[in-house]
């Protein structure tokens, strides 16, 4: 275990390459920094990892209450660690896949030498197809579970599953003010469907690569979805 100091924050990690990159997106580059008069937001941090996010909204909003998902057990510690040692309060872990059904699934986890986890997902050889995994059973659930109530920032970062998981919540994604969702392109995860899902529900849409903006149909790999609904009447 790697343990360093992050701005107020002590934080533990697996991998020093995959923690720079993390940091860098979400610390550096504020990936999921929101300009708001948001006071105590309720936030769900879907991918919460090792809590690199959970700990950039709680730098934000230090009160915030935050819904932590993740599924992979080797993450889960240190996602557990880091809470802890920074005696973070009000978040709940909740320890499930994000998936169209309720149930169990394989849930693929680095086996390299590497032990790079946040590639892992429902994806055999991670969204890529270039990483080596080994199955775990891990339960599922539905992201419409977690909507049914006023969720100010819905945070996504669930590798390749983003349009099943996204469509399958129907109009409760309209109970979600202000999104942010990491995209992941592969043959059966694509961009338009999302957007459009989006839009039909209420929300203003914009698609970011490499912090420009691009048009949906041109994303080709990573991109960022940003999305916020609109004002009565806008």
Do not use: C
């Amino acid at each position: 275990m790697l343990t360093t100091k992050l701005n107020q924050f002590t934080v533990s990690f697996p991998n020093s390459q995959e923690y720079h990159q993390l940091k860098r997106e979400i610390f550096s580059l504020h990936t999921y920094y929101l300009e708001d008069d948001l006071k105590k937001p309720y936030i769900i941090d879907a991918g919460a990892h090792i809590g690199l996010s959970t700990l950039y909204f709680k730098s934000l909003w230090p009160d915030t209450q935050i819904l932590a998902i993740e599924p992979n057990p080797k993450s889960l510690e240190f996602l557990d660690h880091n809470l802890a040692q920074n005696l973070i309060d009000n978040v709940t872990i909740e320890r499930v896949a994000l998936a169209t059904s309720v149930g169990e699934t394989d849930f693929y986890i680095d086996s390299s030498d590497d032990d790079w986890q946040s590639t892992a997902s429902l994806h055999p050889a991670a969204w890529t197809n270039t990483r080596p995994g080994e199955p775990v059973k891990v339960p599922t659930q539905t992201l419409g579970h977690y909507l049914n109530e006023s969720v100010d920032i819905l945070k996504m970062d669930i590798e390749g599953v983003e349009e099943k998981v996204l469509l399958s919540a129907g109009e409760k994604i309209r109970q979600a003010k202000h999104l942010f969702v990491e995209f992941h392109g592969r043959p059966d995860n694509s961009l338009p469907p999302i957007v459009e899902f989006l839009q039909e529900n209420g929300f203003a849409v914009d698609v970011w690569k490499d912090q420009k903006s691009i048009k949906p149909t041109k994303v080709v790999g990573l991109a960022i979805i940003e999305a916020r609904q609109k004002q009565s009447g806008s």
